[in-house]
């Protein structure tokens, strides 16, 4: 378990106001499992953990979980819909896709922060499918007004948030939203298949001697963890 406290330790580094990019291919099962393990860290560290699901992106993540044998993975997070129609976890709060683009990005923002203010403690916002959100935009104009609402999340004094990006998706866009994410994120890690396990590598933080470290899990652990979750939960 001693590369399980290192990514955990490495978790520890970050600070409230930060914006996280996790970059991930779906190939790989690597945005499910670094989104599972983040709950296990929540849990450990006693820290909320909020997800915010685009476009019923949580469904293919839990259903994917569930295949390995851990059913309803995501059932006592909170849930932050954005467009969709299948819920998964706690939903507490809805916001349509509909209408211009720059709408409903305010309004998620909007609603997230209503949430978060009556929350005193530190909270961790974990956002998945936000490049198929990006992959309805076809306009630079409409693209970089929501980079802006993005980059907003920085500095907020209550909250981490990360961004799970699945870049088998993210690369085949007219607009890749990765190098604007990049420069706005505070920290950027990437997740990579090995046989046998997963590697992430860190390629941005604000602290000296991190760059390029690279954390090795491997299969075994991470399956030792979801059958403790699953013990825990029956």
């Not at 709408?103 to 978060?116: C, G, I, N, P, S």
Request: neutral net charge.
């Amino acid at each position: 378990m001693e590369s399980m406290n290192e990514l955990f330790n490495l978790l520890d580094n970050l600070n409230p106001g930060e914006v996280v990019v996790m970059k991930a291919e779906s190939s790989s099962y690597g945005p499910e499992f670094f989104a599972i393990l983040l709950k296990k860290y929540s849990e450990l560290r006693g820290k909320e953990l909020v997800i915010v699901d685009m476009l019923d992106t949580l469904h293919v993540l839990s259903e994917h979980l569930r295949i390995f044998g851990f059913k309803d993975a995501f059932s006592d997070i909170p849930v932050v819909k954005v467009g969709g129609t299948i819920n998964i976890g706690k939903v507490i709060k809805r916001v349509g896709i509909a209408g211009e683009h720059i709408l409903y990005v305010k309004r998620y923002r909007e609603v997230l922060e209503d949430y978060l203010r009556e929350k005193k403690k530190e909270i961790i916002v974990l956002v998945v499918g936000c490049e198929r959100l990006m992959a309805l935009l076809s306009k630079y104009n409409d693209f970089y007004q929501i980079i802006v609402e993005i980059q907003k999340s920085l500095g907020h004094e209550n909250t981490i948030v990360i961004y799970i990006m699945d870049t088998s998706v993210t690369k085949r866009l007219p607009l890749d939203p990765l190098p604007e994410l990049e420069r706005i994120a505070t920290t950027v890690v990437k997740a990579e298949p090995r046989e046998g396990a997963g590697i992430f590598r860190v390629e941005k933080m604000p602290i000296v001697g991190i760059i390029k470290r690279t954390i090795e899990i491997t299969t075994p652990t991470i399956m030792n963890l979801l059958l403790t979750l699953k013990q825990v939960r029956t």
